[in-house]
């Protein structure tokens, strides 16, 4: 062997070791594995300082002209996957972090074209960082290696791609907007949009193992489970459920309240073991927070509000409405006769008999219509010292000396003040003596009623207190019979048509409408109306 040709083996042997270096390896196989995928040892050089390698076809041959992209993954990105990212949404970083998922987690940090050989190389920023590199030669056929430190040798594969589509939910079922929501494949810049129903696609995504992961400001993350992208295929993604709670309250008490009161509510996921903090919401109006717990939390109703809705919210998510009734009036008055049917005509204090009991009634009313009976505040209903004798147990008002008593109830910066007069008690109620009165009902509307005959008349019951006087206090009406009706005067009038029977009415002293008296009234048909035409 001359001299020349032991010189030249050397080189040979490394332009060889040099060429087996940049052949296609493992990295890109049928079913390459993505995230913590690595490479051969012998591909592996500790002091790299860039990344260098070639690209091939589906063929293996060598692609000239290939765009390959360097992306820094960020480490946030990087972790989303991993089992201490459960804090993943926290109050301080939920915007930061949503920042980073609107580009997949990465940075581009360069770009170049493969050259007749398929060869490339890029720089990098930091040689302790963890990068992706993507081959793309169009939409549809590209090639990628995700997360991995910096190295040399390397061989991507060009293939056709494969699509991503599903839909995201929330761990609250009563969500149904999911606007905001930004799905991505942590490491790359594949990403999308959730539509408010939650549906999303990815597209044109390299053939391979990916996890796909979900996030939204406010509503938390999911992740899905491994997943095999297939040249031309899509895969349906299923369980990706957002795991941020949405706040929901379930009950307030007191309900209804007035302006300036506590209201206590109870529910779930008002965010305190979270860091984050529900408000509450009336009507789209905040009002003061006083303390907080994972389900209950306390409020003070703010000045101006009035009936309506009332929300949690964190961020912007807003949890199913309630209503709370606010108080912007209250009044006390005696309740009414016992029966729902009947009619009275009475302006003033309302009467009560001695030794007689009756309910007294604490109502409120607000813009929003009124309420039945509400609970009294601390003080509850007293009766006001400067006035007449009556006895106040468990609502129940009983007269004890004839006079004027008057009551007095608060709730909040609200108050009610009624009165009562109480008059002797009654021994007797009964009608006046004399003719029973009959009614001659018209036989048609506006008919002339024969002479003699009468459509109405006015009954005068009678009741008289223990030392004989009369009572002369208003009276309750009801019809129990017949083709008649009753005003609050007593005034009955028969109702048009022919009939023959008796009425029945009954009357109450309103002081006393436990005691009752029926009175009837004779019905008589005045004939029929007959028209001849001679």
Not at 306 to 327: K, Q
Request: with cysteine; glycine share 12%.
């Amino acid at each position: 062997m001359s001299r020349r040709a032991f010189a030249w083996g050397p080189a040979a042997l490394l332009l060889v070791a040099s060429l087996v270096a940049c052949r296609p390896n493992t990295v890109t196989a049928k079913r390459p594995a993505t995230g913590a995928s690595t490479l051969p040892a012998d591909t592996l050089q500790a002091a790299a300082t860039d990344f260098s390698g070639v690209v091939v076809d589906q063929a293996g041959r060598v692609a000239a002209g290939v765009a390959v992209k360097c992306y820094l993954v960020s480490n946030d990105a990087a972790a989303l996957v991993s089992n201490d990212s459960a804090a993943l949404v926290s109050p301080g970083g939920a915007g930061r972090r949503l920042s980073e998922a609107s580009t997949g987690g990465v940075t581009a940090v360069g770009e170049v074209l493969t050259d007749d050989l398929g060869r490339f190389r890029l720089p990098v920023i930091q040689k302790g960082a963890r990068y992706t590199l993507l081959a793309e030669r169009n939409a549809v056929t590209k090639a990628i290696l995700l997360a991995q430190p910096v190295m040399s040798g390397i061989s991507l594969k060009l293939g056709p791609t494969g699509t991503l589509s599903g839909r995201i939910r929330s761990i609250s079922p009563v969500v149904r907007d999911f606007l905001g929501t930004t799905v991505f494949l942590p490491g790359t810049t594949f990403l999308a949009a959730a539509a408010e129903d939650g549906s999303f696609s990815i597209g044109n995504v390299p053939e391979g193992l990916y996890r796909l992961v979900a996030i939204h400001p406010d509503m938390g993350r999911a992740v899905s489970e491994r997943l095999a992208v297939l040249p031309g295929e899509t895969t349906t993604v299923t369980g990706m459920v957002l795991d941020t709670p949405v706040p929901e309250i379930r009950t307030l008490s007191p309900n209804p309240a007035v302006i300036g009161e506590r209201v206590q509510a109870t529910g779930l996921s008002f965010g305190a073991s979270r860091g984050a903090r529900a408000e509450v919401l009336i009507n789209g109006v905040v009002a003061p927070g006083l303390e907080l717990a994972d389900e209950s939390m306390a409020f003070v109703v703010p000045l101006g509000a009035g009936s309506g809705e009332v929300a949690a919210r964190i961020g912007s998510l807003t949890g199913p409405a309630r209503r709370l009734d606010i108080i912007d009036g209250l009044r006390l008055e005696l309740a009414r006769p016992v029966s729902s049917t009947a009619t009275w005509s009475h302006v003033g204090p309302w009467p009560l008999a001695v030794g007689a009991t009756r309910s007294i009634l604490f109502q409120g009313s607000s813009r929003g219509g009124t309420f039945a009976t509400i609970q009294a505040g601390p003080s509850g209903i007293q009766v006001l010292p400067d006035s007449g004798s009556a006895s106040l147990t468990g609502g129940l008002v009983q007269g004890l000396a004839a006079g004027t008593v008057r009551f007095r109830a608060r709730r909040g910066e609200l108050d009610a003040v009624a009165a009562i007069e109480v008059v002797p008690s009654i021994a007797t109620v009964e009608r006046l003596p004399g003719l029973s009165p009959v009614l001659a009902p018209l036989p048609v509307a506006e008919a002339t009623p024969l002479p003699g005959l009468s459509v109405a008349t006015r009954l005068k019951p009678v009741a008289r207190h223990a030392d004989g006087s009369s009572y002369d206090g208003p009276w309750s009406w009801e019809v129990l019979a017949g083709p008649v009706r009753v005003d609050g005067t007593g005034r009955v009038e028969a109702m048009v048509g022919t009939y023959d029977t008796t009425a029945r009415v009954r009357a109450r002293p309103l002081a006393d409408p436990d005691r009752a008296v029926d009175l009837t009234v004779e019905v008589r048909s005045q004939g029929e109306l007959v028209v001849e035409i001679q």
